[in-house]
């Protein structure tokens, strides 16, 4: 089993209403981190799980129909915040990133894919054939932008499919072993996007980065759902209460993993 080195950014945030992310709380504003991670394997080199945003999403939504994203969300980024920024400061060329792992196509997820020259993409089969040839408001009730996508996608990606997958994790269910060597597992949570994947990955401290399967900790630790009313923005209700519940169990039984969900300020504090 190959252990990795393992680092937790943001690039920017956005501003949410806590009572959407958690039912029956007040209704202040809370700060959704655009959180990345940043692995280092022996033998594959700088992996990238997500990207954050980058400036990008201002330039394309400034008109319709993707202007009304950028006034349903308000968001924060700046140039020293983007990844391909923070890590030319710790020395690392954007042609060195040599795998960038796509939990969902929403914008806060894909924003920085272009910086990356180099990187093989790899993604969910069905995540990426759920938004492929979705343009307009199609792409807008996804929280897909297109134009953040690279033009040579495709030529660039792994396509994964957990379909006649017969290795499962307890709780967590059948994943991929991305590297054949336990460093990177891939397992899939669908609910919030069609197709989303997480993944636990064997650092010094075994971490599993669960994307927006939760958005806050008190999501997975008490089962505390957010408003129903987010179930106008998800592509599964049932699916997403089914894959909290895997992951409440999985942390009962597994205190000592961390667990991440990407927009956890809480979260982001304590490992940064």
């Given at each position: 089993m190959t252990t990795i080195k393992f680092n937790l950014a943001s690039a920017g945030y956005c501003e949410a209403n806590q009572s959407h992310a958690l039912r029956n709380e007040s209704s202040r504003t809370i700060k959704f981190y655009a959180t990345y991670a940043h692995l280092e394997h022996p033998i594959h080199g700088h992996i990238l799980f997500d990207t954050g945003y980058t400036r990008r999403f201002y330039e394309h939504t400034r008109k319709l129909p993707f202007s009304i994203y950028a006034k349903i969300t308000k968001v924060y980024i700046k140039e020293k915040e983007e990844a391909v920024y923070t890590l030319k400061k710790k020395g690392i060329d954007p042609i060195d990133i040599k795998f960038i792992i796509i939990s969902h196509f929403h914008a806060d997820?894909?924003?920085?894919?272009?910086?990356?020259?180099?990187?093989?993409?790899?993604?969910?089969?069905?995540?990426?054939?759920?938004?492929?040839?979705?343009?307009?408001?199609?792409?807008?009730?996804?929280?897909?932008?297109?134009?953040?996508?690279?033009?040579?996608?495709?030529?660039?990606?792994?396509?994964?499919?957990?379909?006649?997958?017969?290795?499962?994790?307890?709780?967590?269910?059948?994943?991929?072993?991305?590297?054949?060597?336990?460093?990177?597992?891939?397992?899939?949570?669908?609910?919030?996007?069609?197709?989303?994947?997480?993944?636990?990955?064997n650092a010094p401290n075994k971490t599993l980065l669960i994307s927006d399967a939760a958005w806050q900790k008190e999501n997975y630790v008490n089962l505390h759902l957010p408003n129903p009313i987010v179930r106008l923005f998800f592509d599964s209700w049932k699916d997403y209460k089914k894959n909290l519940n895997k992951i409440h169990k999985y942390h009962k039984e597994n205190p000592k993993t961390i667990i991440i969900p990407c927009h956890c300020e809480q979260t982001y504090r304590e490992i940064t």
């Amino acid at each position: 089993m190959t252990t990795i080195k393992f680092n937790l950014a943001s690039a920017g945030y956005c501003e949410a209403n806590q009572s959407h992310a958690l039912r029956n709380e007040s209704s202040r504003t809370i700060k959704f981190y655009a959180t990345y991670a940043h692995l280092e394997h022996p033998i594959h080199g700088h992996i990238l799980f997500d990207t954050g945003y980058t400036r990008r999403f201002y330039e394309h939504t400034r008109k319709l129909p993707f202007s009304i994203y950028a006034k349903i969300t308000k968001v924060y980024i700046k140039e020293k915040e983007e990844a391909v920024y923070t890590l030319k400061k710790k020395g690392i060329d954007p042609i060195d990133i040599k795998f960038i792992i796509i939990s969902h196509f929403h914008a806060d997820h894909i924003g920085g894919l272009r910086d990356f020259p180099n990187a093989k993409f790899i993604c969910s089969k069905i995540a990426y054939r759920d938004i492929k040839h979705r343009r307009g408001y199609q792409a807008l009730i996804r929280g897909f932008i297109p134009n953040l996508m690279p033009d040579n996608f495709e030529s660039r990606t792994k396509f994964l499919s957990f379909d006649s997958i017969h290795q499962k994790l307890e709780n967590l269910g059948p994943f991929i072993d991305l590297f054949g060597d336990k460093s990177i597992l891939i397992i899939q949570f669908d609910g919030h996007a069609k197709g989303q994947i997480g993944a636990l990955v064997n650092a010094p401290n075994k971490t599993l980065l669960i994307s927006d399967a939760a958005w806050q900790k008190e999501n997975y630790v008490n089962l505390h759902l957010p408003n129903p009313i987010v179930r106008l923005f998800f592509d599964s209700w049932k699916d997403y209460k089914k894959n909290l519940n895997k992951i409440h169990k999985y942390h009962k039984e597994n205190p000592k993993t961390i667990i991440i969900p990407c927009h956890c300020e809480q979260t982001y504090r304590e490992i940064t």
